[in-house]
Each structure stands twice: as structure tokens, then as C-alpha cells.
């Protein structure tokens, strides 16, 4: 993505933080055609053999097949974003702009389809989202559970390189900047108070 040195961050504890807080990714890819193909998918984040992100998706949905032989994978997650107005600056000859937090990863696609992979995966992916529901799923009959893990296809995407983008007014003055972060942190919009959040979080 285009990606001005300002904006641009390299801190994997702001990757972290972001994927963490908006987990909901655009995974992009080629179809069968080589033609761009996305899907919306929950990505859960591990650090445990370099970066991996875990998610699943329906096996009726033929990206996996595609990704499966293609293997490049690019996963997209948007974090929060908001309209900035120029009446927050000093000088009149401004013009509106829109900050916003934003992750690209690019990696390998790895799918895991074993029965007994893809139980301990979903295991892992419940108890990010809803720990509490872990205890109903092993409560369900036997046969329910294999249909529905029989209903999708899990997968690893094994993390080469990423780009956070984090633009948030730092090719401003601090006087700029204070004024708009204190406008958003009082907005009703819940993302632009978390907008507001990251500009405090980057001491902006």
C-alpha cells in the first residue's frame, strides 16, 4: 500500500493491538481465473513460531481451493477511521483528510482440514471470541460436531512480511493535533474516539 515514512510504523505491538481489536480481515487472493477474489474472515494472531494468523472459512466457498494452489495470501485489516476537518487548523488553506489505522500481512496460505487439527483450531479461535461457548460446543452430540467441522475448512497463514499504516495527523503541528484529538475523543462515533485512542496511545 502506499505507505508515506510519517504514517508508516514498525512496531509489532501496535500490529498486535490492532489485529487484536479488529479481528475481522479481508483475505485477497486469485481465483481460478488469477482474477482478485476476497473473503471477510475473523483472524486470530500467534507468536509462537514467528507470526501465524488461524482462521476458517465455509468449505462451500471456493477461495480455499484457490488458495490452496496458489498459496500467496494477502490479509487486510481496517481498523478505526475517522473524517478530520480543516477547520482544526491553523490555517484556512487546508483541505478535509480521513486518518485511519490499517494492517496488510502477506503470507503463505496453509490449510487445515484434519479432523483433529481443525477441532484444536477451532478450540482456539472459540476461546479468543467466547471462551464461555467452549463448554457448550463439547456438549453437543458427537455427530453435530463432526457435520459442522465437516462444514469448513481451517487454515494457517504463516506471516513473510506486514505494513501498518497508521495515519493519524503526524505531518501536523502539535497544537493541530491536540485540538483534533480532543474533538474526536468527545464524538459520539465510537471509531472516532478510538482514533483519538491511538493518537494518544502514539503520544500524538
Same mark, same amino acid.
Given at each position: 500500500m502506499y505507505l508515506p515514512r510519517h504514517f508508516a510504523s514498525d512496531d509489532f505491538k501496535h500490529a498486535l493491538h490492532l489485529i487484536a481489536q479488529h479481528p475481522l480481515a479481508l483475505l485477497v487472493g486469485p481465483d481460478a481465473r488469477g482474477q482478485s477474489f476476497g473473503s471477510h474472515l475473523p483472524l486470530v494472531a500467534s507468536t509462537e513460531e514467528g507470526l501465524v494468523l488461524e482462521g476458517h472459512m465455509a468449505r462451500a466457498n471456493p477461495h480455499w481451493s484457490w488458495l490452496s494452489q496458489q498459496r500467496r495470501l494477502l490479509a487486510v485489516f481496517s481498523g478505526?477511521?475517522? +473524517?478530520?476537518?480543516?477547520?482544526? *487548523?491553523?490555517?484556512?488553506?487546508? %483541505?478535509?483528510?480521513?486518518? +485511519?489505522?490499517?494492517?496488510?500481512? *502477506?503470507?503463505?496460505?496453509?490449510? %487445515?482440514?484434519?479432523?483433529?487439527?481443525?477441532?484444536a483450531l477451532l478450540k482456539r479461535l472459540i476461546g479468543r471470541f467466547e471462551p464461555e461457548y467452549a463448554e457448550q460446543w463439547r456438549g453437543l452430540p458427537q455427530d453435530y460436531q463432526h457435520k459442522m467441522l465437516g462444514a469448513i475448512v481451517g487454515f494457517r497463514l504463516r506471516v513473510e512480511r506486514w505494513e501498518l499504516k497508521l495515519k493519524l495527523s503526524q505531518n501536523r503541528a502539535a497544537t493541530e493535533r491536540e485540538r483534533l484529538r480532543g474533538t474526536l475523543s468527545a464524538s459520539e462515533r465510537a471509531d472516532d474516539r478510538a482514533v483519538a485512542e491511538w493518537m494518544a496511545r502514539l503520544g500524538l
Open positions: 478505526p477511521s475517522a +473524517y478530520v476537518s480543516p477547520r482544526h *487548523y491553523d490555517s484556512e488553506r487546508n %483541505v478535509p483528510t480521513w486518518n +485511519y489505522a490499517a494492517l496488510h500481512v *502477506y503470507g503463505e496460505f496453509e490449510p %487445515v482440514d484434519g479432523p483433529a487439527d481443525k477441532d
